[in-house]
């Protein structure tokens, strides 16, 4: 969660403040992102091609 800021993100910056292995890099970002959408815990922006992801607003505003 520490690599998810209030802006928008591609995936490979928050797999480098993530410090996630350089092979798996995006691939395990994705990943990771995708669960915390699913659990509300991240919100997706950006396009299909270049998708972009944040902490959950609700986080931000510390309601969860």
Known sequence: ???LTDEFATLSVI?????LPTRTR???A???C???ERRGLAERGGT??????RRCPAMMRGVM
């Open 1 to 3: 969660m520490a690599a």
């Open 15 to 19: 797999a480098r403040r993530a410090e």
């Open 26 to 28: 995006a691939e395990a």
């Open 30 to 32: 994705a990943r990771i």
């Open 34 to 36: 995708e669960a915390l």
């Open 48 to 53: 299909k091609a270049l998708p972009k992801w």
